[in-house]
């Protein structure tokens, strides 16, 4: 049986930009993820925990954390989206592989934007296949240059976001390159399988981010035509196990994969109340340390 590590990440603090002062500072969020009782985390949008790698790992070490991951957007559908995307990415991928972490997960750019207007035309299968050339290049690279692994992560109202373009995406990329970041809660909300991508893509599940999506909420918002991020501020997404997918199953299944993978617990809350994550994030921890899937904390 494979063993699922977990941790957590700021996104689970209601943490999405570099500096934001409705967000909880980055000195607390550390010192909340000890007392919750993690010892893994995520790097986060770059910019927020320090970025000075030797502060950043005197920060960690001092609190007993290791870093998994750090994660970043990329626009390599745009015939012009390389400069931009490897600008942001190296910067990312250089912290990150400073850290001792092996991976990178790597979203795409958004086709729906805040206010639920459509900004860009969904990728045909010709820009599909281009799409992921492109990123396959990208994840070639980064492994070259900073020893890291790609992660590559669905997004709702992303070019990469409902079971068909997932299973494209992964039709259309080298697994040497480029694997899956299984993002629990944002294929729910596209009306995807999970436990249906684990079985069919097993060699391609990389890492994973846990969360769950409240019905209830998601029709709502799919009734009003909304996007993800007004989804968020209306509480699709909540903590385990009130919503879908249920997570024991989708936990079994990867522990019999017979392969170590990082579960990080990653459920999205921008804005919250600045005392709302600690208590969530400890209820949370508690819930999959008994929830089975060889999972490790």
Request: charge should be negative; hydrophobic fraction near 35%; include cysteine.
């Amino acid at each position: 049986m494979g063993r699922v590590a977990i941790g957590t990440a700021p996104d689970s603090w209601g943490v999405w930009f570099a500096d934001d002062p409705r967000q909880t500072p980055w000195p607390r969020f550390l010192d909340e993820v000890v007392a919750a009782g993690y010892t893994r985390i995520e790097l986060g949008p770059y910019g927020y925990l320090p970025t000075d790698p030797v502060r950043l790992k005197d920060e960690l070490d001092q609190r007993g954390l290791t870093m998994t991951a750090g994660t970043t957007f990329e626009q390599l559908h745009r015939p012009d989206g390389w400069e931009s995307t490897w600008r942001d990415v190296a910067r990312t991928a250089e912290l990150t592989a400073a850290m001792g972490a092996k991976h990178l997960v790597v979203m795409p750019s958004m086709w729906r934007g805040d206010n639920g207007e459509i900004v860009e035309e969904r990728l045909d299968h010709e820009g599909q296949a281009r799409h992921g050339q492109a990123v396959t290049e990208l994840g070639r690279r980064l492994a070259e240059e900073f020893g890291l692994r790609t992660q590559y992560h669905p997004h709702a109202d992303g070019h990469v976001d409902t079971q068909d373009t997932v299973e494209r995406f992964l039709e259309e990329t080298d697994s040497a390159h480029v694997n899956l970041c299984l993002d629990t809660g944002h294929i729910s909300y596209c009306g995807g399988d999970n436990l249906e991508l684990i079985r069919k893509y097993p060699d391609r599940i990389g890492y994973l981010h846990l969360k769950q999506v409240d019905p209830k909420v998601l029709a709502e918002v799919e009734a009003e035509g909304l996007s993800v991020d007004e989804a968020v501020r209306r509480g699709v997404f909540v903590e385990p196990p009130n919503g879908v997918p249920e997570l024991p199953p989708v936990l079994d299944a990867l522990a019999a994969l017979d392969v170590d993978v990082f579960a990080i617990v990653e459920q999205d809350m921008y804005p919250c109340a600045p005392d709302a994550p600690l208590p969530i994030a400890e209820r949370t921890l508690a819930y999959l340390s008994t929830a089975g899937g060889g999972v490790s904390s």
